[in-house]
């Protein structure tokens, strides 16, 4: 009897430890890419044209800090990846690439900043030095931190086309 | 005066008789007839001690008469004791018996009352053949997982990587005939290569075990062991068979051996191929996307394994030398629906058409391993030696994909498959030696010393750790005092010493220099490097037996050697959306570790705590940070090696109690905590924490009959904690509870014997997250409900007639 009555000390003791162990408060947050603001561009789906500037317009947030952000354009004539939205755009055929597009951008935002709004105006070029840049599929990806290192990915489908 | 004369005769007459000595031999065995090498022999109250031979033979020479308590123990076995009056010389053959009534029902595990056991004041769990086959999972480490303070890191159904007490990756070390084994630890996506048909015993050693096994063993040690040789004059051998309902997995593995006398031959050959394995979930939640599964099945995570060893060993009476050869073959496919954390949209008409073919993304590892040990058992001493050669060649392939620079069309000039997403081959060239003596009858010394040669290069069209050489040697001394009463106290000390060369390395593509700038170049990612490294380790520790109570003590001081991915690193890992960089200036992780084990046993109950805790003086860990970077991550979060104080503490508990003799209860149950006190991260634990974990076992053991041999049935009912304690970019891991069954027997049939062992895992098809799994952060549940059934069949035969 006496043992059983060890055993279910050690029993209790060790469910405490399972369940009763609370930590010190530490920021365990993501920060968020909210897609859901009216003037929000671009979303997935939308549309922009080589040789013509357009307005990337997202709200960001942390409960505590914001880190910096990343914007990157690939082609996705392949249809490889990464979309991280429920919505499916209709794609374009799969196709070789000859000239693709690409774009990678930090950016950093100031110190101190819990809430952000990105009114960022990117040139997108017509060509390069190896001709104009192919149409079609393209993922627009940012990535946002927050100060503790915490990240969010957003990819979305877009069409790039020649106007 | 004619009395003194009387006198002298009768001293000188006693004198005589006192010095004149005998002989005491034998033999050790199992149940089973196999020698037991290397059981613990001592004569007491002399304090003689000695360890059997390969044939399990022992020899105490010129013994003066008297009455002797003879004891023997072997971890893992049931320690014999005899009281002897040796006034005749003896030949004695004794049988040891596997641990079966007491923690072995909950876990096979090394009494602290066991001499052998206290060759180490450090923790030990021991698991055998019976408990491997009993628990079979899908891969070595999943097997163990059951054991406390063991986790299982996996990726996938058949592949996984050991972790003890948390510590995983670098921080253990698994060896295997004395030799460290060398692949590929420190990937995320690398599983232990090794074939667990051809293990017989493991031993874990939980805790820093730097003293004995050198760097990385700061974490523990996981010793496989292939130790048994036949008796002279057979030949035999078994057929193993295992299926699993969940990933469709056929297996099995043929042994056969052969001894003449001095010479025996042992062969082993392996297979495994699985499908696809079933998850309780009808479609993955990667962020926010739902990808659909085809029948529940984990699209592409098929695949398939072949193994096989060859030994030969020259055994005589005082000298053993032996030579393990083998080749492990193992490709298996990665999740399509996702590489690593990066989702992808997958050709599923390609993929659903089957679940037993594998296509991108996969890895294929092909580990070759030679090892010549030679032992001497003499009455003095015992000297071992080993060499090792090894060759890993791993490789990871998927469609080629332009990240961030890389030309959109794959240039065919080349040397590498636009396919072959990276690479990594390494030559490791390891000895080590050591001599045990007993310089005084309560004292043994043991003195060692081990060095290892890697070279490693890489290939493929990703870039994350540049092609290293590195040298390590070790040299250390280890005393053991037997003080009165059973108490053990024990010392060691270590100097270790070594380097790392590691290589420039160059993309093979252009990328633009700088915003708005057209000038493109070839970026560097690694420079060489040069590095040495060196470091004093000890430890002392305290074994005492007090009536019922047994308890023990270890402090120490373990470290590690950085890496080359810690020290060199500069690369994109894609699946992780992580830029990782290396540190040149990173110093060896050196760890401070207290341990104790307290055990208190009697007829029907036997309770067991191993609490410990461990300061890290410089704990190296991947910081993720919150910048960007566009040249060198191609727009991705850098990630840095970085160095902070660490604080964990912890401790595995585990019981028993026998409510008669064919019922039994057990609980295991595992916890730690860690805290990182300095740095970026002060106040976040350590990535891949385990959660707290409570296991409740009953096993019920029927008497047998003629034909049924030993039957059991037991059940598994595991209670798994919340893990909230996590570090970016880690996701909070919710408690589980899982119910196994295991049911089995040895069935006598026309002369032939088979054993059978079935087991029910996720009896209740659970649907449930393990946080130290390799898909957790996509939200890739464990496998749901299987039957695992595996089928020993023994033949032998004397060669004698």
């Known amino acids: 009897m006496r043992n059983l009555i060890i055993l279910s000390l050690l029993f209790t003791i060790f469910l405490t430890g399972i369940y009763g ?143 | 005066m004619r009395r003194y004369y009387l006198l002298i005769v009768i ?112 923790t030990v769990d021991v698991a055998n053949t019976a408990f491997l086959k009993q628990h079979m999972g899908g891969d070595l480490m999943k097997t163990l997982d059951r054991l406390p303070g063991v986790d299982a890191m996996s990726i996938g159904s058949g592949q996984s990587k050991p972790a003890i007490r948390g510590l995983g990756f670098n921080r253990v070390v698994v060896v295997e005939h004395g030799i460290k084994h060398e692949s590929q630890q420190w990937g995320s996506d690398h599983g232990l290569e090794i074939d667990q048909y051809a293990i017989e015993r493991v031993e874990i050693v939980k805790g820093p075990a730097s003293l004995m096994y050198g760097s990385d063993a700061i974490g523990g040690v996981i010793d496989l062991k ?46 495994a191929d699985y499908a696809d394995y079933k998850v309780p979930a009808d479609s993955i939640d990667i962020y926010s996307f739902k990808a659909a599964l085809h029948n529940r099945r984990l699209r592409n995570t098929a695949g398939e394994e072949q193994n096989i060893h060859f030994s030969v060993g020259f055994v005589e009476k005082h000298f053993t030398n032996r030579i393990f050869m083998s080749v492990l073959n193992n490709k298996q496919g990665f999740f399509a629906n996702a590489h690593g954390l990066e989702p992808r949209r997958v050709d599923t008409d390609l993929h659903d058409a089957a679940s037993r073919d594998i296509h991108f993304p996969y890895q294929e590892v092909r580990h070759i391993k030679i090892v010549n040990k030679s032992d001497i058992f003499r009455e003095n001493y015992q000297w071992s030696a080993e060499v090792g050669y090894q060759q890993n060649l791993r490789q990871e392939w998927s469609n080629y994909v332009n990240h961030g620079y890389m030309p959109a069309v794959f240039p065919d000039t080349l040397p590498f498959d636009a396919d072959l997403e990276r690479a990594f081959d390494k030559y490791v060239l390891s000895g080590n030696t050591k001599i045990s003596l007993r310089p005084f009858q309560n004292v043994e010394s043991i003195f060692g010393l081990s060095a290892e040669y890697q070279s490693n290069t890489i290939d493929g069209r990703g870039f994350i750790i540049p092609a290293f050489k590195q040298f390590s040697s070790g040299v250390f001394t280890y005393w053991n005092y037997r003080l009165p009463n059973n108490a053990v106290l024990q010392a060691g000390l270590r100097y270790d010493a070594g380097f790392l060369h590691t290589d420039a390395y160059y993309d093979w593509f252009e990328s633009p220099k700088g915003e708005g700038s057209d000038e493109k170049i070839f970026v560097q990612r690694a420079s060489e490097l040069d590095r040495s490294f060196s470091n004093i380790s000890w430890s002392v520790g305290y074994v005492a037996t007090l009536r019922d109570f047994d308890f023990k003590v270890n402090l120490g001081k373990s470290f590690r050697m950085p890496i080359a991915k810690e020290l060199a ?78 604080l964990r503490y912890g401790g595995e508990l585990h019981a028993h109690y026998a409510i008669s003799s064919v019922l039994r209860l057990g609980i295991i149950g595992d916890y730690v905590y860690s805290l990182q006190t300095s740095g970026d991260k002060k106040g976040f634990a350590l990535p891949f924490s385990p959660p707290a974990s409570l296991l409740l076992n009953a096993r019920f053991e029927p008497q047998g009959t003629k034909t049924f041999v030993n039957p059991y049935l037991s059940m598994d009912f595991r209670l798994v904690g919340n893990q909230n304690a996590i570090v970016p970019p880690e996701e909070k891991t919710s408690g589980y509870q899982t119910v196994n069954l295991a049911l089995g027997t040895q069935i006598n049939w026309n002369k032939q014997s088979f054993n059978v062992a079935l087991q029910i895992q996720n009896l209740l098809n659970a649907k449930y997250f393990n946080h130290t799994s390799y898909y957790r952060l996509i939200n890739v549940p464990e496998p749901g409900r299987s039957f695992v059934l595996n089928i020993t069949i023994p033949f032998n035969k004397s060669l004698n007639n």
């Open chain 2, 569 to 646: 690193a500069n690369g994109v890992n894609y699946h992780h959306f992580s830029y990782e960089k290396g540190n040149a200036d990173l110093s060896p992780e050196v760890a401070y570790q207290i341990d104790f084990g307290l055990e208190w046993q009697s007829e029907k109950l036997a309770i067991g705590l191993t609490p410990f805790g461990t300061y890290f003086v410089n704990y190296i860990y991947l910081n993720p940070g919150f910048e960007h970077d566009r040249l060198y991550g191609n727009g991705n979060q850098i990630f840095t090696y970085s160095q902070s104080e660490v």
């Open chain 2, 11 to 122: 001293l000188g007459l006693s004198y005589m008789a006192n010095s004149q000595t005998f002989t005491l031999k034998g033999t050790v065995s199992d149940d089973l007839g196999m020698p037991l090498p290397g059981a613990t022999i001592v004569l007491n109250p002399s304090h003689f001690g000695q360890a059997t031979d390969a044939n399990g033979n022992f020899v105490f020479s010129s013994m003066p008469k008297g009455d002797y308590t003879l004891e023997i123990t072997y971890i893992g076995y049931v320690a014999y004791k005899q009281l002897l009056t040796i006034n005749k010389s003896m030949d004695m053959h004794i049988t040891l018996f596997p641990v079966r009534q007491t923690l072995q029902e909950v876990v096979v595990t090394g009494h602290l009352t066991d001499p052998a056991h206290k060759e180490n004041s450090l």
């Open chain 1, 21 to 163: 162990c609370q930590k010190e408060e530490i920021d365990d947050q993501k920060p968020i890419i909210d897609l859901t603001d009216e003037d929000t561009f671009p979303l997935s789906c939308d549309t922009v044209y080589f040789g013509e500037p357009f307005t990337i317009q997202m709200s960001i947030s942390d409960n505590k800090e914001l880190g910096s952000f990343n914007i990157s354009i690939h082609h996705n004539f392949d249809h490889h990846s990464h979309s991280t939205e429920v919505t499916t755009c209709d794609l374009w055929p799969v196709k070789s690439p000859v000239n693709p597009f690409v774009l990678i951008q930090d950016y950093s935002i100031p110190s101190g900043t819990a809430l952000y709004q990105i009114y960022q105006i990117l040139e997108i070029p017509l060509s390069n030095e190896n001709g104009i840049f192919d149409e079609g599929d393209y993922h627009f990806f940012i990535s946002l931190t927050d100060k503790e290192g915490w990240s969010t990915q957003k990819g979305l489908s877009i069409k790039m086309l020649q106007r």
């Open chain 2, 226 to 271: 292939q130790s048994k040789i036949p008796e002279p004059c057979t030949a035999g051998g078994n057929v193993d068979l295992t299926a699993n309902s969940n990933n469709d997995l056929i297996g099995g593995s043929l042994f056969a051996y052969v001894r003449k006398n001095r010479f025996y031959f042992t062969m082993r050959a392996s297979v």
